[in-house]
């Protein structure tokens, strides 16, 4: 159940006991709650503490009148909403504004009226609730405005960070690292992946001999082919080189088929290349994708400076991978030994050839990967 509302507190300052003792009665009896104070001193030492919802002044008090009292209530903030009757057998006009200059709501004259009392009492109260309830709302709209700043800053921030993780992960991935609150994201650390490089062969000399606009537009087609098959296989894209580029598996989310996935990728890559090669041959472009995967530990982390950064893989496993793709025929996929090893019951290979690849030992094998077998 909803607690109800407690009753309008009411003080009353008069010196006359007697006076004090009728109104409290009389208050009372239509369920106010009173206090009262017998002076003018203590009516604003109680109200500073404990502010009312009306106040019942006594104009004529030997210690401090009330138009003294009331001008030194409308300094206290806490007070200065707060109604104030004076109660008065004066009725000279300039009383009455006097009363007024001081900051009185209204006024009562001795010997009161109670029908009058009970309207002046109601009125004023309503008017203190309304503007309680102004004030409420005030403070509401106040915390809503924080708040909604707070979010709005939350917001960009969020969209920041989205941002800088697009430039490496699929929108999809970037979303859930973000909503996951993975703060540590970036920063450096070990772990086995699965790296895929790939670049088109013949394309250095096609772009020496060809207008600067053919080339970009070529370019274009050819990232964004590319990239949307990297996303839609979950790689994080490391940086594209010109017409080649570098994605890896397993990190930053943990993916048990890395190198499966790097490979269906291959795959996919150079399907979709060949409508785009053959557009190109006119021209004399290039004549297919090579593609190198290795599998292998490296060090992951963000690489660069202030307003510049990439998430790289560095180690063995990465040059292992471009060393390949150098090596491999156009339209050939190389797949080193251990990459080869995770995937041989679902992958169909040639025999594997020997590699004389360049900073790495020697007799290194590379398995020609032509397709997936049938599950």
């Known amino acids: 159940m909803t607690a109800q509302p407690a009753a309008p507190m009411i003080l009353v300052v008069d010196d006359q006991a007697a006076n004090r003792r009728l109104l409290e009665a009389r208050l009372e009896e239509r369920g106010y709650r009173v206090t009262q104070a017998s002076g003018g001193l203590q009516a604003l030492a109680l109200a500073e503490v404990a502010p009312p919802d009306l106040i019942l002044l006594d104009v004529l008090m030997p210690d401090l009148d009330g138009f003294s009292v009331c001008a030194r209530m409308r300094q206290i903030p806490a007070l200065q909403a707060v109604p104030i009757v004076m109660v008065t057998s004066l009725d000279a006009r300039e009383d009455r504004v006097r009363g007024l200059d001081a900051g009185a709501d209204d006024f009562i004259t001795k010997p009161f009226i109670k029908e009058e009392l009970w309207a002046r009492v109601r009125s004023l109260l309503r008017v203190k609730t309304l503007f309680d309830e102004a004030q409420r709302q005030r403070q509401l709209l106040a915390d809503w405005s924080v708040e909604l700043e707070r979010r709005v800053a939350q917001k960009v921030r969020e969209v920041e960070h989205l941002s800088q993780l ?210």
Not at 304 to 327: K, P, Q
């Open 166 to 375: 697009k430039r490496f992960f699929s929108p999809a991935l970037a979303a859930r690292l973000l909503a996951s609150q993975r703060d540590d994201i970036l920063n450096s650390h070990r772990r086995e992946i699965t790296v895929l490089f790939a670049d088109l062969r013949g394309f250095t000399a096609f772009a020496e001999r060809t207008d600067a606009g053919t080339l970009m537009a070529m370019l274009r087609s050819f990232h964004n082919v590319m990239g949307e098959l990297i996303f839609q296989h979950e790689g994080t894209l490391e940086r594209f080189t010109g017409d080649g580029f570098m994605v890896f598996f397993n990190d930053p989310d943990w993916q048990p088929d890395h190198t499966l996935r790097a490979v269906r990728l291959a795959l996919a890559m150079r399907e979709r290349a060949l409508p785009l090669l053959n557009q190109w041959q006119p021209l004399g472009g290039p004549s297919g994708l090579g593609i190198g995967i290795s599998r292998g530990e490296a060090t992951m982390g963000a690489i660069g400076f202030e307003g510049r950064l990439d998430y790289a893989a560095i180690g063995t496993v990465t040059n292992r991978a471009a060393r390949l793709c150098n090596a491999a025929e156009a339209g050939e996929i190389l797949a080193c030994e251990a990459a080869w090893s995770a995937v041989v019951r679902r992958v169909e290979s040639q025999p594997p050839r020997a590699l004389s690849l360049r900073g790495l030992p020697v007799n290194q094998l590379g398995y020609p990967l032509t397709g997936l077998r049938p599950l």
